[in-house]
């Protein structure tokens, strides 16, 4: 059967079709998954920024004790 026939059949059954296909809830699985994987992403990256920061923080004043000695 030609798509557009399909489409026009289904939508005659809107409700029952609708509360039976499973592609929405499947979108919406991945919605979850990747709000997840952004809050993670967002929760390491300030925690890496809070060590390099630190780290670089120390290397400053290291350097810049070695130079106040000349």
Known sequence: ???????????RMWPAGFLQDQR??????????AGLVVMAVVGV???IQGIFSHGFAQIATLVSDAFAHF
């Not at 030609?2 to 059949?9: T, V």
């Not at 929405?24 to 998954?33: P, R």
Request: no cysteine; charged share 25%.
């Open 1 to 11: 059967m030609h798509r557009s026939i399909e489409r026009r059949e289904g939508n």
């Open 24 to 33: 929405g809830v499947t979108a919406l699985e991945y919605a979850v998954i």
């Open 45 to 47: 990256s300030s925690l």
